[in-house]
């Protein structure tokens, strides 16, 4: 990849961000919670598409960000009302500059008879505003002045000669970013001097001495004077790549350059290769209290600025995570062989295992953190999708978003954009009612699909939720029948009917359309998530709607977990969904028939499970008394006693997917390796709880498994 691959890429990279700012701002004036910075935002995120498009060469995304640029100039000028008419055009105007963008991009083709059409709607904005404008002018009324304070000249009657006005002056002042980006003054003035003689100046008072010097702080910013013949945009488009990166002031006036300081005086034009050579053959060779002066005033500074960030690629983040889970199994098979050598806790090689530990614990932490990502990068994604699906099937929506910054690995991220895609276009086409049918329930005429994200007994939880008419129990009945999903005489309870939706080829739509019909969906959504080692289930009320609640681990790499013995195998059962370990007393288990039981736990009851006999390992459960229970809470809110054998103690294990190397199994999430090199299963307590209530284990293969 050659230098101007790597900058393409890297545009591409921004201009993914500036969309979703863009879309962002749009949505929360269409809510009405938008102000004059939310209207500036919008601008800047167009204008900076605008001006990478045109150092790239992509003139139809240039010709349709300025036209769109232009409409929102009108808008923050205060000439232009943000009502709802105009923004819904603004969101349809998003759309298209995200389909001029993948096209360049070369991941798609633009509709250009959309394009052009909704060119001509901006366009018609800005005629209709001028022709507003144009009697007030003409009668004399002064036009409202610009952001610097300046008259617009194109709405001037009598506009003035340029020579009458005057030469441009321009301040000019990169930030500590637009050097970290690449941008370079030296270029920016080059290119003006391409359009004219021009004069300029460097103000160096906001230079420190030498020993307080910052090598990536900007200190510099130059005055320049640009001949009053050139056109203001001519100006104004040379900026237009380095956008907010390097702010600038233009105006005309009479100006004149101030001495320079006493301290610095470079002769005539300055000379910015010469400074530099003189810098560097000052510098010292040595570490001196100076430059330790300047790093402590460098970290002061950055106290008040944001975070620096750089882009790595993710090859390189999963790499390095592997790497911490090996080394999270070799310190733990370290561990085991010290302890099996019957070395004393007290002992140096004991003492430096524990900071070993710790330290890598530590260092997965801070690689974990890493991949952290906001589920926001989602569910910005979606406003567009309800608006199209919404559009094509002459409902009414509005989507509430919930828990944007909710955090869970890369990884998962990643893998939500599909299954969440199905839910919400399931939630429209077949949940919410047309507005007529909405109108006659009693409700009114637009629906709310609800999209929320929270984090709960350590796993990640994505809800979706409708308002619409609920799931026609009845109906999903009869399908089933007639595609001999079930048998007519099947007896199942509402639970077991919702979840009929999710069996492979089963559709409730009418006719198949370009959103459903045909039967793929809602198995493929549980798939994905069972993929990730997670599950779905529903609640549907007739008539008030219906939510969907994905349950998902926060990582796919790393677990803190129980190490519990189950008959003669090792298992692990995960830390965050136990709430306590007990040892019960004879009195405190009660039987519910052959096979059940519940344990007395503080007044209340709970079942019990004995883990070695649900996975299929004894044929009679063991006296309670005799193990140990954990006491466990779903995600649900409800509690379960899990019986096993003994515990082992507590470990940080690595995660293998069991599916991609053998196959699913029940009741059974993952796998890892323990520190004595054997294979240990990652129990699934809730899908235990759930498939010992229906008694639907597969013990053969789980004992395969094992």
Same mark, same amino acid.
């Given at each position: 990849?050659?230098?101007?691959?790597?900058?393409?890429?890297?545009?591409?990279q921004?201009?993914?961000?500036?969309?979703?700012?863009?879309?962002?701002?749009?949505?929360?004036?269409?809510?009405?919670?938008?102000?004059?910075?939310?209207?500036?935002?919008?601008?800047?995120?167009?204008h900076?598409?605008?001006?990478? !498009?045109? =150092?790239? @060469?992509? &003139? *139809?995304? $240039?010709?349709?960000?300025?036209?769109?640029?232009?409409?929102?100039? /009108?808008? +923050?000028?205060?000439?232009?009302?943000?009502?709802?008419?105009?923004?819904?055009?603004?969101?349809?105007?998003?759309?298209?500059?995200?389909?001029?963008?993948?096209?360049?991009?070369?991941?798609?083709?633009?509709?250009?008879?959309?394009?052009?059409?909704?060119?001509?709607?901006?366009?018609?904005?800005?005629?209709?505003?001028?022709?507003?404008e144009?009697?007030?002018?003409?009668?004399?009324?002064?036009?409202?002045?610009?952001?610097?304070?300046?008259?617009?000249?194109?709405?001037?009657?009598?506009?003035?000669?340029?020579?009458?006005?005057g030469?441009?002056?321009?301040?000019?002042?990169?930030?500590?970013? !637009?050097? =970290?980006? @690449?941008? &370079? *003054?030296? $270029?920016?003035?080059?290119?003006?001097?391409?359009?004219?003689?021009? /004069?300029? +100046?460097?103000?160096?008072?906001?230079?420190?001495?030498?020993?307080?010097?910052?090598?990536?702080?900007?200190?510099?910013?130059?005055?320049?004077?640009?001949?009053?013949?050139?056109?203001?945009?001519?100006?104004?488009?040379?900026?237009?790549?380095?956008?907010?990166?390097?702010?600038?002031?233009?105006?005309?006036?009479?100006?004149?350059?101030?001495?320079?300081p006493?301290?610095?005086?470079?002769?005539?034009?300055?000379?910015?290769?010469?400074?530099?050579?003189?810098?560097?053959?000052?510098?010292?060779?040595?570490?001196?209290?100076?430059?330790?002066?300047?790093?402590?005033?460098?970290?002061?500074?950055?106290?008040? =600025?944001?975070?620096?960030?750089?882009? $790595?690629?993710?090859?390189?983040?999963?790499?390095?995570?592997?790497?911490?889970?090996?080394?999270?199994?070799?310190?733990?098979?370290?561990?085991?062989?010290?302890?099996?050598?019957?070395?004393?806790?007290?002992?140096?090689?004991?003492?430096?295992?524990?900071?070993?530990?710790?330290?890598?614990?530590?260092?997965?932490?801070?690689?974990?953190?890493?991949?952290?990502?906001?589920?926001?990068?989602v569910?910005?994604r979606?406003?567009?999708?309800?608006?199209?699906?919404?559009?094509?099937?002459?409902?009414?929506?509005?989507?509430?978003?919930?828990?944007?910054?909710?955090?869970?690995?890369?990884?998962?991220?990643?893998?939500?954009?599909?299954?969440?895609?199905?839910?919400l276009?399931?939630?429209?086409?077949?949940?919410?009612?047309?507005?007529?049918?909405?109108?006659?329930?009693?409700?009114?005429?637009?629906?709310?699909?609800?999209?929320?994200?929270l984090?709960?007994?350590?796993?990640i939880?994505?809800?979706?939720?409708?308002?619409?008419?609920?799931?026609?129990?009845?109906?999903?009945?009869?399908?089933?029948?007639?595609?001999?999903?079930?048998?007519?005489?099947?007896?199942?309870?509402?639970?077991?009917?919702?979840?009929?939706?999710?069996l492979?080829?089963?559709?409730?739509?009418?006719?198949?359309?370009?959103?459903?019909?045909?039967?793929?969906?809602?198995?493929?959504?549980k798939?994905?998530?069972?993929?990730?080692?997670?599950?779905?289930?529903?609640?549907?009320?007739?008539?008030?709607?219906?939510?969907?609640?994905?349950?998902?681990p926060?990582?796919?790499?790393?677990?803190?977990?129980?190490?519990?013995?189950?008959?003669?195998?090792?298992?692990?059962?995960?830390l965050?969904?136990?709430?306590?370990?007990?040892?019960?007393?004879?009195?405190?288990?009660?039987?519910l028939?052959?096979?059940?039981?519940?344990?007395?736990?503080?007044?209340?009851?709970?079942?019990?499970?004995?883990?070695?006999m649900?996975?299929?390992?004894?044929?009679?459960?063991?006296?309670?008394?005799?193990?140990?229970?954990?006491?466990?809470?779903?995600?649900?809110?409800?509690?379960?006693?899990?019986?096993?054998?003994?515990?082992?103690?507590?470990?940080?294990?690595?995660?293998?997917?069991?599916?991609?190397?053998?196959?699913?199994?029940?009741?059974?999430?993952?796998?890892?390796?323990?520190?004595?090199?054997?294979?240990?299963?990652?129990?699934?307590?809730?899908?235990?709880?759930?498939?010992?209530?229906?008694?639907?284990?597969?013990?053969?293969?789980?004992?395969?498994?094992?």
């Amino acid at each position: 990849m050659d230098a101007m691959d790597a900058i393409k890429v890297t545009y591409f990279q921004e201009c993914d961000e500036l969309l979703q700012e863009l879309e962002q701002g749009l949505l929360a004036l269409e809510a009405g919670e938008g102000d004059g910075e939310t209207i500036n935002a919008v601008f800047r995120a167009v204008h900076s598409v605008k001006g990478g !498009a045109g =150092a790239f @060469g992509f &003139d *139809a995304l $240039v010709a349709f960000a300025h036209v769109f640029e232009t409409v929102l100039d /009108e808008m +923050r000028s205060g000439r232009l009302d943000a009502d709802l008419d105009i923004v819904k055009l603004m969101l349809r105007a998003s759309d298209v500059l995200t389909d001029l963008l993948q096209a360049a991009k070369g991941e798609g083709s633009v509709d250009q008879a959309r394009a052009d059409a909704m060119a001509a709607e901006l366009e018609a904005l800005t005629k209709e505003d001028a022709a507003a404008e144009a009697p007030a002018v003409a009668a004399g009324e002064a036009p409202a002045a610009d952001e610097w304070g300046f008259t617009p000249l194109r709405m001037q009657i009598d506009e003035p000669s340029a020579a009458q006005q005057g030469d441009w002056r321009l301040a000019l002042k990169p930030t500590t970013a !637009a050097y =970290a980006k @690449g941008h &370079d *003054a030296a $270029v920016l003035l080059r290119e003006l001097a391409r359009l004219g003689q021009i /004069e300029s +100046r460097c103000d160096f008072s906001a230079l420190p001495d030498f020993g307080a010097l910052a090598p990536e702080q900007a200190y510099l910013s130059w005055d320049v004077r640009v001949p009053g013949g050139v056109d203001e945009t001519a100006i104004r488009e040379i900026f237009d790549f380095v956008g907010d990166d390097c702010p600038i002031e233009l105006a005309r006036e009479e100006w004149a350059i101030e001495a320079p300081p006493p301290a610095i005086d470079p002769p005539g034009e300055t000379d910015i290769s010469a400074l530099i050579a003189r810098v560097q053959d000052s510098q010292p060779r040595e570490a001196s209290p100076a430059a330790d002066d300047a790093g402590a005033a460098k970290g002061q500074r950055a106290e008040g =600025a944001a975070s620096p960030t750089i882009r $790595v690629g993710l090859d390189r983040v999963d790499r390095l995570i592997n790497l911490v889970g090996e080394l999270v199994i070799n310190q733990a098979m370290l561990t085991q062989r010290v302890a099996e050598s019957g070395l004393a806790r007290s002992s140096t090689v004991a003492i430096g295992l524990d900071e070993l530990e710790q330290l890598t614990r530590e260092i997965q932490d801070s690689v974990m953190a890493i991949r952290a990502q906001p589920v926001k990068s989602v569910f910005q994604r979606m406003p567009r999708l309800v608006r199209e699906i919404a559009g094509s099937t002459g409902k009414q929506v509005r989507l509430v978003t919930e828990g944007e910054n909710t955090e869970v690995d890369k990884t998962v991220v990643e893998r939500l954009s599909d299954p969440i895609t199905h839910m919400l276009r399931n939630a429209i086409d077949h949940g919410l009612e047309s507005p007529e049918e909405r109108v006659a329930a009693g409700k009114g005429p637009e629906g709310t699909v609800r999209l929320a994200a929270l984090h709960r007994s350590g796993r990640i939880v994505i809800e979706v939720s409708d308002d619409g008419k609920g799931i026609n129990r009845p109906r999903v009945r009869e399908i089933a029948v007639n595609k001999g999903l079930i048998s007519p005489d099947a007896q199942l309870s509402d639970d077991e009917i919702d979840n009929l939706i999710f069996l492979p080829g089963f559709s409730t739509a009418s006719s198949i359309s370009n959103i459903s019909g045909r039967g793929v969906g809602m198995d493929v959504v549980k798939r994905s998530i069972q993929g990730l080692g997670g599950r779905i289930s529903i609640s549907s009320a007739p008539g008030r709607g219906s939510t969907f609640t994905l349950s998902l681990p926060l990582t796919l790499a790393v677990l803190d977990g129980m190490v519990v013995s189950a008959g003669e195998h090792t298992l692990v059962a995960p830390l965050t969904a136990i709430v306590e370990t007990l040892q019960p007393k004879p009195g405190d288990v009660r039987a519910l028939g052959p096979r059940s039981s519940v344990l007395t736990v503080r007044g209340g009851h709970v079942p019990l499970i004995d883990v070695g006999m649900a996975l299929g390992w004894r044929d009679h459960p063991i006296d309670p008394s005799e193990g140990v229970v954990l006491l466990i809470e779903s995600e649900g809110g409800g509690r379960a006693a899990i019986v096993v054998d003994a515990i082992q103690g507590q470990r940080q294990v690595v995660i293998k997917s069991l599916e991609e190397n053998y196959q699913r199994v029940d009741a059974v999430a993952a796998a890892t390796i323990l520190g004595d090199g054997r294979v240990a299963l990652i129990l699934d307590l809730d899908a235990l709880v759930n498939s010992q209530r229906t008694e639907r284990f597969d013990s053969p293969l789980l004992a395969e498994a094992s």
